[in-house]
C-alpha cells in the first residue's frame, strides 16, 4: 500500500475520531505541534528506525508531548507506534492537516510577486478566490521572488495564474526567435 493511502486512512480516522469528541480544534493545533517536532532532523530518523524498539519509540514520544497535547492525539500517535507505522507519523500528519482544511472549507492559496504586498491586497485578492470558490476561508501564503521581475503569480487547487513579466518576457523572446527561424530559412 502507498504511503500516501497509508497517512491519508489514518489522518482520516484521526479526524473521524476529532469530530466525534468535539476536540477538532485541539488536535489540529496539537498536529501542528508536531509538525514543529518533525522539523528536527533527529526526531524524525527516530521514528523511522527500525534499530529503536517501539517502547523506546512511545518514550520519547511520551517525554516530548505528554501534557502539552490532548489525550486522543498521544493515544492515536501510541496506536501507530504499535502497529508499526511511525515512520508515517509524518505523512499522516500532512494528511491530518490537509482533511482539516477540507472538512472546514479552508483553501490554501499561494501569490508571488516581485515585491511584498501590503494586508489591503492580499485582503482583496482572498477576497476575489472567496468569490470564484466554493471554499469558506482562504488561507494565502505570499512569496517574493525578485526573479518574476513585475506581475504576480497565483496558485490555488490545480489553476496556475502566470501574470509575470518574466513569463511575458519570455513569450515575448520565443515568438521573436520563432519569427526570427522562419525568415531566414
Do not use: C, W
Amino acid at each position: 500500500m502507498s504511503v500516501i493511502r497509508i497517512a491519508t486512512r489514518y489522518a482520516k480516522s484521526l479526524l473521524d475520531l476529532a469530530v466525534e469528541n468535539n476536540k477538532l480544534d485541539p488536535i489540529y493545533s496539537d498536529i501542528l505541534y508536531f509538525e514543529q517536532v518533525t522539523q528536527s532532523r533527529e526526531f524524525v530518523l527516530m521514528l523511522k528506525s527500525p534499530i529503536i524498539k517501539a517502547d523506546k519509540k512511545v518514550s520519547i514520544i511520551k517525554t516530548i508531548f505528554e501534557g502539552k497535547i490532548d489525550s486522543i492525539t498521544y493515544s492515536f500517535f501510541e496506536i501507530i507506534v504499535k502497529k508499526t507505522r511511525e515512520n508515517y507519523l509524518p505523512e499522516i500528519a500532512a494528511a491530518f492537516v490537509d482533511q482539516y482544511n477540507l472538512h472546514k472549507g479552508i483553501r490554501k492559496a499561494k501569490i508571488t510577486t516581485a515585491s511584498a504586498i501590503d494586508e489591503t491586497l492580499k485582503a482583496s485578492i482572498e477576497k476575489t478566490i472567496l468569490e470564484s470558490t466554493d471554499s469558506k476561508q482562504i488561507d494565502l501564503e505570499t512569496v517574493v521572488d525578485d526573479e518574476i521581475i513585475g506581475g504576480f503569480v497565483l496558485q490555488y487547487d490545480d489553476k496556475l495564474f502566470d501574470a509575470s513579466v518574466a513569463r511575458k518576457l519570455d513569450l515575448l523572446k520565443k515568438e521573436f526567435n520563432k519569427n526570427t527561424y522562419i525568415k531566414r530559412y
